[in-house]
């Protein structure tokens, strides 16, 4: 008599891909929030495993900021290829171009605010019922309270106070007209959890999360990938030096880590010794206290 | 070390707990001394709480501010939403549904709890047992929660006196005989200075047991699960319809009980069909058997007419089918339980919808008696209810089968969840 115990990577697993599936079942039009980061890469994985031999049964949807790391970019065509997925993508540009918003202005300008807009309206675009996306309740307090199936109302807003509740492993996904879901299959990973089951299942991900020379420059402690969409002050230099990324958003709020870590291995190694959390490097979140559940309420992921 | 390694996290494995406690009796502080003390705090973290702890003017770095999420907390000094942590020591990887004190939250806790293999119910020293301790204990006994630790904080605060830790635990013991719960276990420890939490205080020599933390890393659940009845609630119809997989149908589900292996006898339920299974698959990997909780695609032998919803159970042990069904019901919404109304009722996979017979009785969650007089169930309240479905829901009890012994109610005219059922 063998023991019944699974590990708690594939007990997270198998609740992720039951999540997938609840998705696919529940709406009419779910599509998967795909920015070519690591957790939205797990959560494509998943989604082929939880529907294999079968493709998955739903498009993938790239809020794209036009200010994306170019290996972001190669890694997210190549995936679409491979696996024949449907890639939809909403630009920011086109909102900023078309009038919808404004861009920023200043040093620090970002476009990270600024999709929330395009967002919603390539939801509404494409009626979209349900957005899949890769948030882990691990990364920031107000994540920590949301519910896998998390209702949106008609204006994409989130309301943290009236959530239902949510029990077992039972997800209510009934809406009205105009309103939609907002899943989020991996709630329960946390950063290392991510990083061992790639490692796991040998998944494949950007170079740019591997240790790599490039042309780098500090800000308030942070250092930012020097690019053509970075305005520098003049007192700021850009150098060369050996850095990672930890996380992958719009090149304007992602900081890198000065790291040598060249392999799965090491970065394990290196998040788990590391003393600050992973959005630590995100300009995003260090706006204001309650930055994340602003931008939540608003409809941002 | 912040978390496990990458030597040895395949051998982790994941306990999920629910901490409950009335108002003020240190349960952030609690969750906040085992992060602390496990290293699982980040420095931008303890930095964002030092500032904020500043701010507000408490002399010393408060650590429940390390896990109330929303601003309205942060406001009013309160939890006021089930709120999920996470922590991870060499041996587990712990999840945390950490849920609110107050009465008119019972729901989080409910909701919290129902995921839970281990509920700790603080108790405050000075205080003994409250109304809301029984109410926790409660929720924990009709949630199922197999283990429950009944931490005795604040022992600081009765100069870590021996006898006040016994005559506590002698109330609980009393109290917890009316309790379905298996594993009871009883801790003095104070999460504002750390004894007994994760290291073991050296100003109670008189305690002999474990530390919680010790607990936590250590108490036996796999066996939580049940692996003897065999249900498969069908998800989803896999039917990649290519020319490589042409004619495959494949029935996507989480086992929610038993062993399922290859060429098993198995029944299909509500139609009867009898079939053996083909092949299970997990991913793209085949496997021999597949048990709770694991997510998987089986086939069967036979073309039978199967959709989500549907459950595939083993041949000899079927569970209950019924269009009557009996349940501890507990009330999420303002709007009271109406008696002759109409809900949506989700079971596993199946939805259907009911109608609501008769309310046998509500329960009086102090004294854990039937209440006498008025017997509308409100918001927060539980009783028991009979509902008629517009078709057979199979079942198990929910104390056999947490899985296919549950099932929630909704409104359908706001979508609500409005209640949560334990087949009884």
Redesign the interface.
């Known amino acids: 008599m063998h023991s019944y115990r699974l590990t708690h990577l594939k007990e997270l697993e198998s609740e992720s891909m039951h999540i997938l599936r609840e998705v696919a079942a529940q709406f009419e039009r779910p599509m998967l929030l795909f920015s070519g980061g690591k957790d939205s890469i797990v959560c494509f994985h998943l989604a082929r495993k939880a529907f294999f031999p079968a493709k998955v049964p739903f498009p993938l949807l790239h809020v794209d900021t036009g200010h994306n790391f170019e290996e972001t970019m190669t890694f997210r065509d190549e995936l679409v290829k491979e696996h024949g997925a449907q890639l939809f993508v909403g630009s920011v540009q086109e909102s900023i171009d078309s009038g919808r918003v404004q861009e920023e202005t200043g040093y620090y300008a970002s476009r990270n605010k600024l999709q929330t807009v395009t967002l919603l309206d390539s939801l509404e675009k494409h009626k979209v019922d349900c957005a899949i996306g890769g948030g882990r309740r691990d990364e920031e307090k107000a994540r920590a309270k949301e519910r896998v199936f998390s209702h949106r109302d008609e204006f994409g807003q989130w309301d943290p106070k009236n959530q239902r509740p949510e029990l077992w492993n039972i997800y209510n996904g009934k809406k009205r007209p105009g309103e939609h879901f907002r899943a989020f299959p991996i709630s329960n990973w946390t950063e290392m959890d991510v990083w061992q089951y790639i490692m796991l299942e040998n998944i494949p991900i950007p170079s740019i999360y591997f240790s790599h020379e490039r042309e780098v420059f500090k800000r308030d402690g942070v250092i930012y990938a020097n690019s053509p969409v970075m305005r520098l002050k003049p007192e700021e230099k850009p150098y060369q030096m050996r850095v990672r990324f930890r996380t992958i958003g719009d090149m304007s709020c992602t900081g890198a880590v000065d790291s040598p870590a060249s392999t799965l291995e090491e970065i394990i190694d290196e998040v788990a010794s590391s003393r600050v959390t992973e959005r630590g490097s995100r300009m995003d979140d260090k706006r204001s206290e309650a930055a994340m559940e602003d931008r939540k309420k608003e409809g941002y992921f | 070390?912040?978390?496990?390694?990458?030597h040895g996290?395949?051998?982790?494995?994941?306990l999920r707990f629910t901490t409950a406690g009335s108002v003020d009796d240190g349960k952030s502080t609690l969750i906040g001394r085992l992060l602390y003390d496990t290293k699982q705090i980040?420095?931008?973290?303890m930095e964002?709480v030092e500032a904020?702890s500043a701010k507000r003017g408490n002399g010393d770095v408060d650590l429940s501010l390390l896990t109330?999420?929303?601003?309205?907390e942060?406001e009013q000094g309160i939890t006021?939403?089930?709120?999920?942590?996470?922590f991870?020591t060499p041996k587990?990887?712990f999840?945390i549904a950490d849920t609110p004190g107050h009465i008119q939250y019972t729901?989080?806790m409910?909701?919290g709890a129902?995921?839970a293999n281990l509920a700790i119910i603080l108790v405050d020293a000075r205080k003994g047992i409250l109304e809301q301790t029984c109410r926790h204990s409660f929720i924990a006994s009709l949630l199922g929660i197999p283990h429950v630790v009944f931490c005795i904080n604040k022992m600081d605060l009765v100069d870590y006196d021996e006898a006040t830790f016994t005559r506590i635990q002698k109330e609980l013991e009393d109290f917890s005989s009316k309790l379905e719960v298996r594993d009871i276990r009883y801790i003095p420890i104070s999460a504002l200075k750390g004894d007994n939490v994760v290291d073991r205080s050296e100003r109670m020599p008189w305690y002999q047991g474990p530390t919680l933390m010790y607990l936590l890393e250590n108490i036996h659940i796999?066996g939580d699960?049940n692996?003897i009845d065999r249900r498969f609630p069908v998800?989803?119809v896999?039917?990649?319809?290519?020319q490589?997989?042409h004619d495959?149908r494949?029935f996507?589900?989480?086992v929610a009980g038993g062993?399922f292996r290859k060429g098993d006898q198995v029944n299909v339920l509500p139609s009867g069909f009898q079939s053996t299974i083909k092949s299970i698959?997990?991913?793209?990997r085949e496997v021999d058997e597949a048990?709770?909780?694991?997510?998987v695609?089986m086939t069967l032998a036979d073309e039978i007419d199967i959709s989500?919803g549907d459950v595939i159970v083993g041949a000899n042990n079927l569970p209950e089918s019924s269009q009557d069904v009996d349940v501890m019901l507990c009330w999420?919404n303002e709007r009271p339980l109406q008696v002759n109304g109409k809900y949506?009722v989700?079971?596993?996979?199946r939805d259907a919808r009911c109608v609501i017979k008769e309310v046998k009785y509500r329960m009086d969650i102090s004294s854990l008696h039937k209440a006498d007089g008025d017997q509308t169930i409100r918001m927060n309240d539980i009783g028991r209810v009979q509902l008629r479905t517009t078709v057979p829901l199979h079942f198990d009890k929910y104390q056999r089968n947490?899985?296919t012994g549950?099932?929630?109610l909704?409104d359908e005219s706001t979508?609500?969840?409005v209640a949560?059922g334990m087949i009884v």
Do not use: C, W
């Open positions: 070390m912040k978390d496990n390694s990458t996290y395949l051998d982790m494995d994941l980040f420095e931008d973290q964002a904020a109330d999420g929303l601003r309205a942060r006021i939403d089930v709120a999920y942590r996470y991870a587990r990887k999840i729901r989080n409910v909701t129902s995921t796999a699960l692996h998800q989803y896999v039917r990649p319809m290519t490589e997989h495959f494949g996507a589900g989480r062993v698959n997990l991913g793209e048990f709770a909780p694991q997510s695609v989500r999420f949506a989700k079971h596993n996979s947490r899985f549950s099932l929630i909704v979508n609500e969840t949560a």
